[in-house]
């Protein structure tokens, strides 16, 4: 029996890119076999189809499409006839062939499942480590490999400043439940929700500066998970939003809490509505700013400096919406006792967790079902 | 600054802006919702824009558009007004100018 020299090559990596590779051995493996009997001039395909149908004295009859033409057939039919321990050992030679293949088909369909499962571990991984805050390259201008494109530095500071800041922010909603579960003094309290407020805060310092480093990154949200993402507003959340998450946390409340509430929930979103209007009407200027122009000039745009001052006016609106986020928890604050903020802001904190913990459910479910 | 002080003197919310300031647009949407009907000067359409950008400056605005005057004093600019809004403290103040009283 010849040895081919064709082999599986060790996978590399994930090394689920050799099927092409691995599907020409197959046909090489049977193509070899052949080419070494000499006057047989069978296809592979002949050859499978004889085993699978175990023709053991019918190999040349019928089924037989020699390319060589029909001189060879006869021949082969004459020598066949006479020579009966030839086709035995033909037979025994394709049964061994197609035995091997049948394992090298195995062995490699093996491979694929072991690849495709530690594929999906991976990504499990991958989606746990961001949960927890480091940051892996989920932007469209980073691979995972780190960098295929120049890196903003403003940027990269900033991923990783908000990997930190997730874990601290953890950490804090785990000592706020904690807390709260027992009995704990004001003081205490106010300390904490003191120190929750801080860090709010200094998450709108930290877009603040990512903003003037990359203004669309910090209003894509791409540094957020996917659930925390739809409910995007301007680079983060809606203060509307924030107070529907609060309240019905709020066992007890005074008349005049209820009062400032009310009005409170009123102005943040008239001045949500004002925004929003504003960014509308910046969409449709820098549309009509880019729109313009005579046919056929490509693109090059008239009047990119007016499209420019555009895109800095986001700038603009990423601040003027964290500053509002920033006074709608300042007023939240001042309306509440220090327990009730203290209960808030865990609602708040655990509310987050959760959209992100449903972004990674989501996508390794996702994965699981393909 | 004459021209500044003149235009802002005058009764009720008085907005500068620019044309092209969406931000503008937005404190004026908020003024709107109000019940308010702020006078609009849009800097830019005026030949003195410069120098009432730096009378703006000067008398305190971190940014020269949008500038909000009520009753003839600085509010500030959209940092200021979201604050005072948020606080409550910005219905009071304008409560006498609203248009529709309900």
Redesign the interface.
């Known amino acids: 029996m010849n040895s081919t020299s064709t082999h599986f090559v060790p996978p590399r990596r994930v090394g689920i890119y050799e099927p092409l590779h691995q599907f020409g051995m197959w046909g090489d493996t049977f193509k070899s076999n052949i080419s070494n009997e000499g006057d047989m001039n069978m296809t592979p395909s002949h050859i499978i189809i004889a085993n699978n149908q175990k023709l053991d004295n019918n190999l040349s009859e019928g089924t037989s499409h020699g390319t060589g033409g029909t001189p060879h057939m006869f021949d082969q039919e004459a020598s066949t006839s006479r020579h009966p321990d030839k086709i035995q050992r033909r037979l025994a030679q394709n049964r061994e062939a197609a035995k091997k293949s049948r394992l090298r088909k195995k062995a490699y369909v093996q491979q694929l499942e072991t690849s495709r499962l530690k594929l999906i571990h991976l990504e499990q991984e991958l989606d746990r480590a961001r949960q927890q805050g480091f940051y892996v390259g989920n932007g469209i201008d980073t691979n995972s490999l780190g960098i295929s494109e120049p890196m903003n530095p403003g940027i990269a500071a900033f991923e990783m400043e908000y990997g930190h800041w997730i874990q601290e922010q953890n950490k804090q909603i785990c000592e706020l439940r904690t807390v709260l579960q027992g009995q704990v003094s004001d003081v205490e309290l106010r300390l904490l929700v003191e120190t929750a407020m801080k860090h709010y805060f200094d998450l709108f310092r930290m877009k603040s500066a990512a903003a003037k480093a990359d203004v669309f990154f910090v209003m894509s949200g791409m540094w957020r998970t996917s659930a925390e993402r739809f409910f995007l507003w301007i680079g983060g959340f809606r203060p509307s939003d924030l107070l529907k998450v609060l309240l019905p946390h709020f066992d007890v409340m005074t008349d005049q809490q209820i009062l400032d509430v009310c009005n409170l929930r009123q102005s943040c979103q008239q001045a949500e509505d004002a925004l929003s209007q504003g960014m509308e009407k910046l969409q449709h200027t820098l549309a009509d700013c880019v729109a313009g122009g005579r046919l056929g000039e490509g693109s090059y745009i008239p009047q990119v400096n007016s499209a420019m001052e555009r895109l800095e006016a986001l700038v603009s609106f990423v601040n003027q919406a964290d500053h509002l986020r920033h006074e709608t928890l300042q007023q939240m604050h001042r309306i509440l006792t220090t327990r009730q903020a203290a209960r808030g802001l865990l609602a708040l904190g655990e509310y987050f967790q959760r959209l992100r913990a449903l972004s990674s459910s989501w996508t390794t479910r996702h994965r699981e079902s393909t | 600054m004459d021209k500044v002080l003149r235009m802002s003197s005058e009764k009720g919310v008085v907005i500068f802006s620019k044309s092209?300031?969406?931000?503008s647009?937005?404190?004026q949407?908020?003024f709107q919702?109000?019940g308010v009907h702020p006078t609009v000067c849009e800097i830019d359409k005026d030949p003195d824009c410069r120098e009432i950008e730096k009378a703006l400056m000067r008398l305190g605005c971190s940014?020269p558009v949008p500038a909000v005057f009520v009753g003839g004093k600085l509010v500030g600019s959209?940092?200021e007004v979201?604050?005072m809004?948020?606080?409550?403290s910005?219905?009071p103040l304008v409560k006498p100018f609203q248009a529709n009283l309900c």
């Open positions: 092209s300031c969406c931000m647009y937005a404190v949407v908020l919702d109000l940014t959209t940092n979201m604050s809004h948020l606080s409550g910005l219905v």
